[in-house]
């Protein structure tokens, strides 16, 4: 499971914790995006922002109370940009053994054609896209559908329910000095205070 997470909140964990149930996952690794492509650090928000170090830290902590997750830094010692298909191959040859499931929101179905290399992604994982209830399921499947046969894609669609919990919104509410208490695990909240992230 990949993500700026900036910060790490609960929505990221129970979708973590939903797929490796569903689908009887071992573990669930999360890694923090280096530098990604797609975004600057200053984009994801205004006043002091963690490096990619410190995410790393804080997904971390987050993970602490959960044997079955974990946490890599293959993407935040990579140099330049970061792309999926890199760090799924790079997975693929660290760990040669184990299959391999990139867990994303079924949003990302729509764009995954513009990544980099996606023939690449798909010939290195399982896609598991999680579905809200509010979603449209049948233009999910029509999706999943086309880039099953556009590129033999092995694609999961996971039921997820709605939890409207954004790092946008945490970043937001903390410059706005109000509280992200049960948003995110109290040891990244004591994190985020000590360095005094996100505020003006």
């Known amino acids: 499971m990949g993500g700026t997470f900036n910060p790490i909140h609960l929505g990221h964990l129970m979708l973590a914790e939903c797929?490796?149930?569903?689908?009887?996952?071992?573990?669930?690794?999360?890694?923090?995006?280096?530098?990604?492509?797609?975004?600057?650090?200053?984009?994801?928000?205004?006043?002091?922002?963690?490096?990619?170090?410190?995410?790393?830290?804080?997904?971390?902590?987050?993970?602490?109370s959960n044997k079955?997750?974990?946490?890599?830094?293959?993407?935040?010692?990579?140099?330049?940009?970061?792309?999926?298909?890199?760090?799924?191959?790079?997975?693929g040859r660290l760990y040669p053994g184990h299959r391999f499931y990139f867990i994303l929101g079924a949003d990302c179905l729509y764009t995954i054609d513009s990544w980099r290399e996606p023939a690449r992604i798909f010939a290195a994982c399982d896609i598991v896209a999680a579905v809200r209830g509010d979603s449209p399921l049948e233009e999910m499947e029509a999706e999943a559908a086309r880039l099953r046969e556009k590129y033999?894609?092995?694609i999961t669609l996971l039921p997820f329910r709605n939890l409207e919990i954004s790092s946008t919104e945490i970043r937001e509410r903390v410059r706005n000095g109000k509280g992200i208490r049960y948003m995110t695990p109290?040891?990244?909240?004591?994190?985020?205070?000590?360095?005094?992230?996100?505020?003006?």
């Open 152 to 154: 033999g894609a092995r």
């Open 68 to 91: 079955r997750f974990c946490c890599l830094d293959i993407e935040i010692n990579r140099e330049g940009s970061t792309y999926s298909y890199e760090t799924l191959e790079e997975l």
């Open 19 to 64: 797929a490796r149930e569903e689908l009887l996952l071992e573990e669930v690794w999360f890694i923090p995006t280096g530098c990604s492509y797609m975004k600057t650090e200053r984009q994801n928000g205004t006043g002091a922002m963690p490096s990619p170090r410190q995410r790393l830290e804080m997904t971390e902590l987050a993970l602490k």
């Open 186 to 200: 109290e040891n990244v909240i004591a994190y985020i205070e000590e360095k005094g992230f996100y505020c003006e």
